[in-house]
């Protein structure tokens, strides 16, 4: 047994996976196989769970068989609504209320009694939180405006619904395409951080609603989820500066701030989701007539490339132009992770019942640095 210390799991095998593979060094991402962009172009966020659930891409009979049997599930109960509207009306984080309201999902799984052993229900299950997800975060949103929740759509695709119950109104095909790439972008990425945390929880086969509970709590973190809307809200500020986008990162890195949605633990080089997502917020711009973010954000990568940042290994993430796409869409900036956790929750679910097909729990060590021979004193005597 290795006594080598690698903090944060740096460079260490854990496991083996199909499901997706990252080429930091070229910018390159697949799930199965599959080019992201290929993935992201030509086929449906509803595709992409099939082929991470299932490990093949569907036939038609199969996708609409899926479709049906997802936006079936979309429903929550009235008690789950409510207490969304509680914690809207608390002034929860998106992230906290989400979740909270998936772990008091599980109190209402038809299969809760399931044998942990049975993937077949873990996946049904995992199915039931997917579908629901997008339910809970548009009624937590419509609540905090004070409105009331919009019923699902069994008609709309699982993006187009999404978009439809948070305003109220069904959106176009552009917005919809947008975020249904989005979501496809978003839904595996390797083993990080909140996927290694659903792994691991999964790995004492835990059910399904715990593993994606503790893959938000994950993702909640600001070093792993947050970042796009930490771009959105840079770019909010060059916007209220009297200063031009490039201007403002000169005075922002003269005075020590870090920029967001730049670099990456794997990526040596441009995010390929960065790439697609920047495409799509052309369209969207085009198609509103509004370019202001795609100006601002295509300026800084320009400056920011400029001075050498990518010859560092410092290059646009996927958060650089996720976060203008979403603004985009009307989505709250504060909402961007929880979106990001709708999306990324397919992939939870994949590593956790690939994992679970040939399990091990996951118990590493630590080294103990601490006193080893200290004397017990009673406690009238300290």
């Not at 989400?98 to 049904?124: C, F, I, K, N, Q």
């Not at 949103?141 to 439809?164: C, I, K, M, T, W």
């Not at 800084?300 to 979403?326: C, H, M, R, W």
Request: glycine fraction near 8%.
């Amino acid at each position: 047994m290795s006594d080598e210390l690698k903090r944060g799991l740096e460079g260490v095998l854990v496991a083996e996976s199909d499901l997706s593979y990252v080429d930091g060094e070229v910018g390159k991402l697949v799930y199965r196989g599959y080019d992201i962009e290929d993935l992201a172009r030509g086929a449906s966020y509803e595709e992409v769970l099939y082929l991470l659930w299932r490990g093949s891409l569907p036939t038609r009979e199969e996708l609409d068989a899926f479709t049906a049997d997802l936006a079936a599930e979309r429903a929550v109960d009235d008690d789950a609504l409510d207490a969304v509207r509680t914690l809207a009306d608390a002034g929860e984080r998106p992230m906290a209320a989400l979740r909270t309201a998936v772990s008091m999902l599980s109190a209402y799984e038809p299969e809760s009694d399931a044998d942990p052993e049975d993937l077949d229900a873990t996946l049904r299950q995992g199915r039931r939180i997917t579908a629901k997800i997008p339910t809970l975060l548009a009624a937590f949103e419509r609540a905090r405006q004070g409105e009331d929740p919009v019923a699902p759509d069994p008609d709309l695709s699982h993006a187009a619904n999404f978009l439809y119950m948070l305003t109220g109104t069904e959106p176009d095909d552009v917005s919809a395409e947008t975020f249904d790439m989005a979501l496809t972008l978003h839904a595996d990425h390797g083993l990080n951080a909140s996927t290694f945390t659903a792994i691991v929880i999964g790995s004492t086969m835990a059910d399904v609603y715990s593993g994606v509970t503790g893959g938000i709590g994950a993702l909640s973190g600001p070093l792993h989820g947050g970042a796009n809307q930490d771009v959105m809200e840079v770019l909010q500020e060059v916007d209220a500066s009297d200063k031009d986008p490039v201007q403002w990162v000169k005075d922002a890195r003269e005075e020590g701030r870090r920029i967001p949605g730049f670099g990456h633990r794997v990526y040596k080089v441009k995010d390929p989701r960065a790439k697609i997502l920047e495409e799509k917020l052309r369209d969207l711009s085009e198609s509103s007539g509004d370019t202001k973010w795609l100006d601002y954000t295509t300026a800084i990568e320009e400056y920011l490339t400029e001075q050498g940042l990518l010859d560092k290994g410092i290059a646009p993430n996927v958060d650089f132009y996720s976060g203008s796409v979403y603004d985009s869409l009307g989505i709250p900036v504060d909402m961007y992770t929880p979106i990001f956790a709708m999306s990324r929750a397919g992939g939870w679910i994949a590593h956790m019942v690939e994992y679970q097909e040939d399990n091990r729990l996951i118990r590493p060590r630590a080294r103990y640095t601490g006193p080893k021979a200290s004397e017990f004193v009673p406690v009238d005597e300290r």
